[in-house]
């Protein structure tokens, strides 16, 4: 037996203003799109911004609904949607912002697993890595370079190949 450790790297900035120019209007463009999220249930407000190789962003926020399970994450309505109307382009970037109506998010959001794996299997499909970045409300930002980094070991279609 072996121990091994697995982890990873990723950058934090201070504020939104020491993102690149790129990466600030993507950021910013999350958190547009959170404004608009339906979160009756929860009061947590979720947007991401996808940006897509040709220039596009996609925008997405989480779509409550009474019966939980059926609600879907800023990230995949984001990410599926942009998979949807440009198949084939590949997925650069993604920006996550979250808020809350009950309390000031001041840490990073992390996507839930759900959407880690399925943010992960785009970035396996195309072949490179998406950068990821992820903001609260205020505070910090955390940037990956790959959405591996937060979903080490990944179930991918490797393991459904013969």
């Known amino acids: 037996m072996i121990k091994q450790q ?3 790297e990723a950058l934090v900035y201070e504020t939104i203003d020491e993102l690149n120019m790129q990466q ?4 910013l463009k999350a958190v547009e799109a959170r404004k608009m999220a339906y979160a009756p249930y929860s009061n947590f407000h979720v947007g991401a911004a996808v940006l897509l190789e040709n220039g596009e962003v996609v925008i997405g926020n989480n779509q409550e609904n009474a019966s939980y399970p059926s609600g879907l994450c800023a990230e995949r309505v984001a990410i599926f949607h ?3 109307k440009f198949p084939g382009v590949k997925i650069l970037s993604v920006a996550i912002s979250a808020t809350s109506n009950d309390y000031v998010v ?5 996507p839930c697993g759900n959407c880690r794996q399925a943010m992960s299997e785009y970035e396996v499909k195309q072949k490179k890595p998406i950068e990821l970045l992820m903001m609260g409300e205020i505070g ?3 940037k990956c370079h790959s959405i591996s980094a937060i979903l080490p070991l990944a179930f991918n279609s490797s393991f459904l190949d013969k």
Not at 106 to 110: E, L, T
């Open 82 to 84: 942009a998979g949807a």
């Open 24 to 27: 600030k209007d993507l950021m």
């Open 106 to 110: 001041d840490k990073p959001a992390a």
């Open 6 to 8: 697995i982890s990873f």
């Open 140 to 142: 910090k930002i955390i």
